[in-house]
């Protein structure tokens, strides 16, 4: 299970660093009014989120880790706080605000998982020898 769990973090970490520059890109396509396209792509990166976040809870279960869990459960509380705001925002239509939701707090609160993520990381690869 270890090799396989090593596996699946430095795969989350790689498809964070994916998904925040979705976060950037589906910012921009508000902003050019490309509303369409915008909302495809957010349905898209809902998806991706739904995937990391099941990644990582599944991960720290592995781990039993309590503290690690508690900063998991207030993070994915924060997201669908902004995501939320962003649904909002996306019946009213008010690009602008949802490509600010998307740059300054989603964005922000992506990196903040990443912060989880490294500490899973460091979790796991401690307690389990290295990949080939």
């Keep these: 299970m270890s090799e396989l769990e090593q596996e699946s973090i430095l795969e989350a ?4 660093l994916k998904l925040q520059t979705a976060t950037e890109k589906i910012a921009d396509l508000f902003l050019a009014n490309k509303l369409s396209e915008a909302q495809g792509m957010m349905a898209l990166f809902t998806e991706g989120l739904d995937w990391l976040f099941n990644v990582t809870s599944s991960l720290n279960i592995l781990q039993n880790d309590g503290p690690i869990n508690e900063e998991i459960q207030k993070q994915l509380q924060a997201i ?21 939701h998307l740059r300054y707090e989603l964005l922000p ?9 490294g500490r899973l990381k460091g979790k796991i690869f401690k307690q389990t020898p290295a990949v080939n």
Excluded: P, R
């Design 80 to 100: 669908n706080t902004i995501l939320s705001k962003m649904m909002q925002e996306m019946e009213e239509e008010n690009l602008s605000c949802m490509a600010d």
């Design 109 to 117: 609160a992506l990196e903040a998982w990443g912060l989880l993520l």
């Design 13 to 16: 970490e790689s498809y964070l």
